[in-house]
């Protein structure tokens, strides 16, 4: 069977680690200690873990965040979450096909669950939480994290580039994995800070308790004070075929390929022009995937133009103002349409195009997880939210936000703690700002010596390379943070702006040596497309449209540069200054099919869990049904294990497409648990 596992990545480490084995339908096969079970099966080229058993489609995964249960498999003969469950050697893992056979009931003893408490319960161990939770450490207050991964840092550990923001409040221009290491370290090196990993929050209970599954046992905890730093969910999406297995969030993605270092796919298609749709891209191309396209409805990609034009120079073609059609194939994806839309969002017809793939990438934002903050406000429990959970925002934000927070919870606990500065308030709304005006070019006028051409050009929160340069040259006109870089001073081609810039978009050029052919220099770090010196590199400018084919003199990489690679060419001096970068994917791989596809039957799906269709959904709505939960009642739509976390959110657009405001529309009752749980565990807190 072909191995799927990454054995070079241009950013990561590969780790050695000891290899077990465990069984697939019977298949012995191997894992990586400590690895998930979704994680294992795609590296073995399992990407249908079952079949519903309802339409008897294909099953696979979509979050990987244990928030859906679209990767139930059966391992040693209990049904579990794949992508939430640690591989065991000689585990017995199958397919779930059709309804799951419960296990045997084992005869459980009442037993005293443990109950602790703590100053503060912060649920939730990503950028938002760590900071919270070091800037309450450093006041005497006893802390809780709680977290359901294995290791804490929550998306930063899969977040390979480097961040934008602020250098002195959010490490601007580290890598999101390495600032995760360093708060993680830094959290538990805080004897205040207790931490537990593998851990779910499961509700927040009226008596004021948390109930708490901490490595699969059942605990209560009572804490003063809530910090919901819980993150988001992804948000689905609804096409003809979106039922396919191959279709999953970035999430999912970034998780396989960054945490597990396995690569999922051959030819990936991503729908979502933010930040997480057009990062997940060029985590792509470092993970030596195929990267066929990216659609996006607006005129404009909504995440930051340095994230978009990173792709496009690569070789990434995006199309705006178009949306997904269908996603084609039998049990998996196989191709995808796209279309034009026009003003009012509605495809145009005969603009058709399909693309050969085999996995779609669904990228169209985040919903925050924010179930943990109603349900401790219903219970009396003073409660916080920051990062995702309380408004979505780049991690940079949550980190600094998640400091705030932390402020705020030590001061209702011990009001002697100082207030918060304004100035700290000020910074946080910088930093959570949307990308604002984008600029015309304007290009150095120096063709002598040695200067940075830089190709940012939309008002972000970033101030890196103003940060780092030794001669002051490069400055930040205005907001210390917000406002276009400029150069202005004597550049001594240190190169340092070049290597620690996150959009990758600021060049070197170099008269010194040569009036009429300067030297360019040139940030790269998607090496698994290997550039040696004499190779021919296909030169683009910001747009990623070709200016000149150019020979490389130079390749620098040293440990200084913290994995960003130096590209050295000699170009003709009239297009010196637009060389932005190179392609390194080949235009074959982005060109439309030339055949038409079939037509699929498959209605757009709402319910993954129990196969509601939005026609089912629609006619009720047509029919003046305003509550969802007899929508629920009546098509069981949210009422499947994910608990209607994918789907309330397409129900509430198909509200809207029909002309119903939201306002009278009467909310899903939440159930009782966030997450499913076997009930044995409240009887004697799973020691059995």
């Not at 079952?50 to 928030?67: L, R, T, V, Y």
């Not at 199958?94 to 602790?116: A, C, F, M, R, Y």
Request: aromatic share 6%; glycine share 8%.
């Amino acid at each position: 069977m072909v191995s799927n596992r990454i054995k070079e990545h241009p950013i990561l480490p590969i780790e050695k680690k000891k290899n077990i084995f465990f069984y697939w339908n019977g298949k012995r096969l191997t894992a990586k200690k400590d690895e998930v079970i979704s994680s294992a099966l795609f590296a073995n080229s399992i990407k249908i873990f079952g079949h519903h058993h309802k339409d008897d489609k294909a099953q696979g995964i979509f979050c990987a965040n244990g928030q859906c249960a679209k990767c139930t498999v059966i391992a040693d003969g209990v049904p579990v979450k794949s992508c939430m469950t640690t591989v065991k050697q000689g585990m017995k893992i199958e397919s779930v096909e059709g309804l799951p056979k419960l296990p045997e009931t084992d005869e459980h003893q009442i037993s005293n669950i443990e109950e602790v408490a703590y100053d503060v319960l912060i649920i939730g161990g990503g950028p938002a939480g760590l900071s919270a939770a070091i800037q309450l450490g450093k006041l005497n207050i006893s802390i809780l994290i709680v977290d359901d991964k294995s290791e804490l840092g929550g998306k930063l550990v899969l977040q390979t580039h480097k961040f934008f923001g602020s250098v002195e409040d959010s490490y601007a221009g580290t890598r999101g994995n390495d600032i995760g290491k360093m708060l993680s370290h830094e959290v538990k090196e805080n004897d205040k800070i207790t931490v537990w990993t593998n851990s779910i929050a499961l509700y927040v209970y009226k008596d004021r308790k948390v109930g708490i599954l901490q490595a699969d046992i059942y605990k209560l905890v009572k804490p003063k004070v809530i910090l919901n730093a819980a993150g988001a969910r992804e948000k689905f999406l609804r096409f003809k075929g979106n039922s396919l297995a191959g279709i999953y969030g970035a999430g999912a993605f970034q998780t396989l390929v960054n945490r597990d270092l396995v690569r999922p796919t051959k030819r990936l298609f991503i729908v979502g022009g933010g930040n997480v749709g057009l990062i997940a891209g060029y985590h792509a191309l470092q993970a030596g995937i195929k990267v066929v396209g990216l659609v996006e409805a607006l005129p404009k990609c909504g995440g930051y133009k340095v994230h978009a034009d990173k792709l496009a120079r690569l070789g990434v073609p995006i199309y705006t103002s178009h949306t997904v059609l269908k996603a084609n194939g039998e049990e998996s994806v196989e191709s995808v349409t796209i279309s034009k839309i026009d003003a009012n969002f509605q495809p145009i017809s005969g603009t058709e195009k399909t693309f050969a793939c085999d996995t779609l990438l669904i990228a169209v934002g985040l919903e925050s997880v924010s179930e943990f903050t109603d349900e401790a406000e219903k219970a009396g429990i003073t409660v916080y939210a920051a990062g995702d959970a309380k408004e979505i925002a780049e991690a940079s934000s949550a980190m600094f936000n998640g400091k705030i927070a932390g402020q705020m919870v030590a001061k209702e606990i011990n009001n002697d703690v100082t207030d918060i500065p304004q100035s700290w308030y000020d910074k946080a709304e910088i930093l959570k700002k949307e990308p604002g005006k984008t600029f015309e070019y304007n290009f150095p006028k120096q063709e002598k010596g040695v200067f940075p051409v830089i190709h940012c050009l939309q008002e972000i929160p970033c101030n890196p390379c103003s940060s780092i340069c030794p001669t002051n040259s490069i400055n930040m006109i205005g907001d210390p943070i917000m406002d276009l870089p400029v150069y202005e001073g004597k550049c001594v081609g240190c190169g340092k702006c070049v290597v620690i810039c996150p959009g990758l978009a600021i060049t070197l050029v170099d008269f010194r040596n040569d009036d009429n052919y300067p030297t360019i220099t040139i940030p790269y770090e998607v090496k698994n497309h290997t550039v040696n010196i004499g190779d021919k590199l296909i030169c683009v400018d910001i747009d990623g449209k070709y200016l000149a084919t150019l020979k490389v003199e130079e390749v620098i990489d040293t440990k200084n540069n913290k994995k960003t690679q130096l590209i050295k060419l000699k170009s003709p001096k009239n297009i010196a200054k637009k060389i932005v970068s190179f392609r390194v994917q080949d235009k074959e791989v982005t060109q439309p099919l030339e055949m038409d596809t079939p037509e699929i039957d498959d209605d757009e799906m709402i319910c993954l869990c129990e196969k509601v269709t939005a026609k089912e959904i629609k006619k009720l709505i047509r029919q003046g049904i305003t509550d969802m939960n007899q929508i629920k009642a009546i098509t069981r739509a949210g009422m499947g294990p994910c608990g209607a976390k994918s789907c309330d959110n397409l129900i509430k657009q198909l509200f809207r497409q029909e002309g119903v405001s939201l306002e009278n529309v009467e909310k899903n009752t939440r159930r009782p648990l966030f997450v499913e749980v076997p009930l044995g565990k409240f009887a004697d807190g799973g020691k059995k």
